[in-house]
């Protein structure tokens, strides 16, 4: 800068503070306004003047430094981003219905709202925050609750096998409006509610059974199983759930109507388009009005039955001579099966039975396989329908068509931000849910003979067995995953798992939340309660919340008789209790809980799948992330010296059933476990 400009700008004369002297520019201003120097005041420098001082070398220089060094820093941020985002472990991508456990409720006996001695929705409501924060589960299975035949509490079937309307709830558990504030009340806390649908049967006391049972059955003649023949002499063998005659003569009508389970609850014919689209309109109605987000479908493998033949050891041989048998009309009288040409093929006469020939080896169905795969073979060497429709290697084509109509219509209620879940329920083992599911299909199949298996009894070699087929040791990560499984230890229709597991209940517990796949606890289980000593029904007891003497299952003093017994030992066993109680087997429920959420044990491989004597031990792993090895001693000895994996492996015990043993150091190679404990392992090096 020139010294004129600096003899302008820095070499200001010395001025008398008191009196300090008016600059130019502002004696101008006053000038032209005529001197009124009282209502002028100095506005600063013009932007011709800002510019002349700022145009300098050393504000060039500083702005151009501090703008390179801005642009430094930002790339370097988006580096640092970058990085951190490709070198983060990645997050197991799992649907809602996958991500945590699914409670089981059972309705009658969850909380009593409107104390009338059967739970209710109300009650649930109350209850559904504790669900999950305290039970650790997002989403919620009811028991069925739709309107049932009123024919007095001892045969009011609170398994819904007696629904007389499949569009209505029953009164004793609420309204629609009922049922809605339970929808938004769960929405609201994050939560979804699945509905258990029981479509293989109905109450003979419903519209479609009142008009079929008619002489000419009207429009309902074919929505069930009829079948001709004598009064006293049944079509044919077939035998119900309590292995008794499966066949009741009907007066009305003078034909017999099959029932697999009581007679008063008969078997819908799926047969029938107009039974299927029925039930099909019923679905629409749950998820379309009701808002609800799926449906576990109860006996998936019961809903067609076979060609009605005059006994067991006839269909054996007419099965023989085809090679094959697939399903006919069910309303058939004395009916022959159908060959895949359909032709009827030609009978053989009595006099000449063929001997039956030796079983074959019932190959494992291959994970992820579809649910028809043409190896379908029905086993007609005993009674009931699921012989026809579970073969040795899927299912039949009937039954495969069928169910994929019914997820259809889940399919077309689901939509972005909705997307519904449909879980087909069967009575077979753990490796045939590969038959009841194909790709893309959002769910996942569900057994009960996984629960079955269940006792105070129970060894390793039988769990390894049943999970085997699982076990995805050799494959390459790289491939498809197998499909999602899922997992349950307890139903209404068994015996309480602590009163099935005994002393290995906590042990098998770590089982259920540590297996790939979902866990579906029934109501109670958290809490270790046991069957009570009622004479019916002891497993579904109600709901122990506090110490009270109706156990806070309602608000009453005891007056009103539950309609089941309440469990023998409130003071101990009830939610409130064990909450604050440090060991007890809910603050255990509860760790497990959180670490189903680990990626590892949520979506991670299942492998090295080991039985040691009565130790049982796999490794879940996602990449990336620790690895954890579960190791459950089944027996009620110590076991030592146990290679549950690499001898070079280190790991800390995180969880153990007994509370033993806690971030301890551990071997993995060269392992010592407690009698019936469990230790859930993280794998460190």
Avoid at 111 to 125: A, P, S, V
Avoid at 333 to 345: H, I, K, L, R, V
Avoid at 481 to 487: P, R
Wanted: charged share 25%; proline share 7%.
């Amino acid at each position: 800068m020139g010294d004129d400009r600096k003899a302008e700008y820095e070499m200001a004369p010395t001025e008398d503070p008191e009196n300090p002297a008016t600059p130019p520019e502002k004696a101008d201003l006053e000038n032209q306004d005529g001197g009124d120097s009282g209502d002028q005041e100095w506005s600063g420098l013009g932007k011709e003047e800002l510019l002349r001082v700022a145009d300098t070398p050393a504000w060039n220089w500083t702005r151009n430094i501090l703008l390179v060094l801005f642009w430094i820093a930002w790339l370097i941020m988006l580096i640092v981003a970058i990085v951190l985002v490709v070198k983060a472990p990645g997050c197991p991508q799992v649907e809602w219905y996958e991500k945590s456990a699914i409670y089981q409720v059972f309705v009658p006996s969850f909380k009593d709202g409107d104390n009338d001695g059967t739970g209710d929705l109300t009650g649930l409501t109350e209850q559904l925050k504790l669900i999950k924060e305290d039970f650790g589960a997002e989403t919620i299975v009811l028991s069925p609750i739709f309107k049932q035949a009123q024919d007095g509490n001892t045969s009011f079937d609170y398994l819904g096998r007696g629904t007389v309307d499949f569009k209505a709830i029953d009164p004793m558990y609420g309204t629609e409006k009922v049922f809605e504030k339970l929808i938004q009340e769960a929405q609201v806390n994050g939560m979804d509610v699945v509905l258990e649908f029981v479509p293989n049967q109905s109450s003979d006391k419903h519209m479609w059974f009142v008009e079929s049972s008619k002489a000419d059955g009207g429009n309902y003649s074919d929505y069930y199983i009829w079948a001709a023949g004598d009064v006293n002499t049944p079509p044919n063998d077939w035998k119900n759930y309590k292995d008794e005659k499966a066949w009741t003569f009907s007066e009305g009508r003078q034909e017999w109507y099959y029932h697999y389970y009581e007679s008063n609850q008969p078997d819908l014919n799926f047969n029938n388009k107009e039974v299927v689209k029925e039930i099909q309109d019923a679905m629409t109605f749950w998820l379309k009005e009701m808002d609800v987000d799926g449906f576990i479908l109860v006996d998936a493998d019961r809903l067609l039955e076979g060609p009605i033949s005059a006994s067991t050891s006839r269909r054996r041989r007419q099965a023989n001579e085809t090679g094959d048998a697939t399903t006919t009309n069910s309303t058939a009288t004395e009916g022959t099966p159908m060959s895949d040409t359909g032709s009827t093929p030609e009978p053989t006469p009595e006099s000449t039975p063929e001997p039956t020939p030796e079983p074959e080896t019932t190959p494992e169905p291959t994970a992820g396989s579809n649910m028809s795969d043409g190896g379908y073979k029905p086993d007609m060497s005993s009674n009931g329908p699921v012989q026809y429709n579970v073969g040795s290697a899927g299912i039949s084509e009937e039954l495969d068509t069928l169910l994929g109509g019914l997820y259809q219509v889940v399919k077309d209620n689901s939509y972005l931000g909705k997307l519904r879940v449909f879980i087909p329920q069967h009575s077979g083992p753990i490796a045939q849910n590969a038959y009841y599911h194909k790709e893309g299909w959002r769910g996942f199949p569900t057994s009960l003979q996984f629960a079955d298996i269940i006792n105070d009894e129970v060894d390793s070699h039988a769990l390894y067995a049943h999970l085997s087929p699982l076990d995805e040791q050799g494959e390459e990560e790289e491939e498809p995953e197998k499909m999602w499984n899922s997992w349950m230890l307890g139903h209404a229709g068994v015996s309480r798992f602590a009163s099935r597991a005994g002393a290995n209940t906590k042990a098998l517990m770590m089982l259920l939340y540590t297996l790939k796949g979902t866990p579906l606890p029934f109501y109670g289980d958290e809490l270790g309660l046991m069957d009570t000593s009622a004479p019916t029904s002891p497993q579904l007891m109600p709901y122990p919340w506090k110490d009270t003497p109706t156990g806070g299952f309602n608000s009453g003093n005891g007056s009103v008789d539950p309609w089941a017994p309440y469990a023998d030992n409130l003071a101990e066993v009830n939610a409130e209790t064990q909450a604050k109680t440090e060991g007890s087997i809910l603050k255990y429920h509860q760790s497990l809980a959180l670490y189903h959420s680990e990626p590892s044990i949520l979506a991670g491989r299942f492998t090295n799948l080991m039985s040691s004597g009565e130790v049982l031990s796999y490794v879940r792993s996602f990449p990336e992330w620790t690895a954890y090895l579960v190791v459950i001693n089944l027996s009620g000895a110590k076991a030592t010296n146990i290679e549950a994996y690499d001898t070079e492996m280190k790991g800390k015990v995180v969880l153990s059933a007994s509370g033993l043993m806690m971030e301890e150091e551990v071997t993995p190679g060269n392992l010592d476990i407690g009698p019936n404990d469990a230790y859930l392992i993280m794998l460190t090096a």
